[in-house]
């Protein structure tokens, strides 16, 4: 279902865009089999093998008009990146708090017992023993299928909403460290204070054609316990390369478009790329979401025209230090990673360049400058701001 290349991605897009307008609109929140109503692009866009620009720009010339239900879902990617940028303890916190949630499980061997059967989708409850399936086979979830899973996981089956959102992030191919913690967190009133989520046996019947019809689910969705959430600090505003000294040009897997470098004028004596899909979580990230992120950093190389161009995670930065230095690199120039994984091990990599005398410049899109910024408070008001 998935092809892991730019191409695969643009031809998705080429092929939904009819359907972005009116159709979208009506029929977006049907979860049905094959998801014919839905764009499916969240892996593509997730590590920016196709971007959330060009996807905008295609939608408002296939629909000047009517295709806003669309873009708002697009948008709802770069809110979600930009808030969790001005409050990146936030993910922090997540991490501390699975660290946490594991530890129970160690501990409680019934609350182990529960999270078990609702990661296998033996629960009972059939729409969400289906959904916790089809993420484990396919890799991805239709969006109102995750808001109805977690809210399940949250309020009915009370388990701590941190395993589920590393159930997710380590199962899906678009698991993204922002989009993913803060949607959890949104269900189970986190991010709205006091607003939260509720699945009800109803809009699941209706949405899903009669396909399922749960019993048991909780009556209400009271929030979570919280903590105030901490004041947004300034958006990072990136950095700027020097087009005459001579560079490594760094792909990473959360932007896999680094094209646009060479579009500014850089032209790089050598090329590399790093991952760290295995830094999502303490456990271990499933197989298919290796594969998919690995298949598109050799897209992207090949792209470049390095498709052999040599390949690192956290745990080799040295080894990219010392191909850098070997080539004659004064800068490492990468495009500017959200918070997450490869957003710390790009801080680990500047320590140790820095230190031979090599420095990192991470480059920020236009499309986050001028978005970031924004993302202070709710999407609404984000919205009207980019959307107008």
Known sequence: MFTPTRAAGLARLADFLPRAGRDYAALRNLDLPGHPHVSTLSPWLRHRLVTEEEVIDATLRAHPQGAEKFLAEIW????????????????????????????????????????????????????????ARELVATGYLHNHARMWFASIWIFTL???????????????????????????????????????????????????NGRFRPEGLA?????????????????????????????LLLAT??????????????????VAALGDVAGRSPLAVADP????????????????????APRFGRRTLPALVDLAERAGAAQIVTPYAPTG????????????????????????????????????????????AVMG
């Open 219 to 247: 009556p209400e969705a009271p929030p979570l316990p919280m903590s105030p959430l901490p004041p947004p600090r300034p958006a990072p505003q990136g950095d700027h390369f020097d087009a005459s000294a001579p560079s």
């Open 289 to 308: 979401v290796h594969r998919f992120t690995e298949a598109a950093i050799a897209d992207s190389l090949g792209r470049l025209g390095h498709p052999g």
């Open 76 to 131: 709802w990617r770069t809110y979600w990146k930009g808030w969790l940028e001005l409050r990146p303890g936030l993910w922090t916190a997540y991490r501390q708090g699975l660290a946490a949630g594991l530890n129970r499980l160690a501990a409680e061997p019934g609350l182990a017992a529960r999270a078990e059967a609702a990661m296998t989708g033996d629960t009972g409850i059939d729409c969400f023993d289906h959904w």
């Open 158 to 208: 009370r388990l701590p909403w941190e395993l589920g959102a590393d159930f997710f992030l380590r199962h899906l191919l678009d698991g993204d460290p922002a989009s993913n913690t803060l949607s959890w967190r949104w269900v189970a009133g986190l991010h709205t204070p006091g607003k939260t989520y509720l699945a009800t046996a109803d809009n699941i019947r209706r949405n899903t």
């Open 253 to 270: 897997e959360e932007d896999l478009c680094p094209e646009f470098l060479l579009n500014l004028g850089l032209r790089p004596v050598a």
């Open 341 to 384: 994984p490869v957003a710390s091990a790009l801080s680990d990599l500047a320590s140790l360049a820095g230190r031979r005398g090599i420095g990192l410049t991470r480059v920020l899109r236009d499309h986050d400058r001028h978005a970031w910024p924004l993302a202070t408070h709710g999407f609404f008001r984000f919205r009207e």
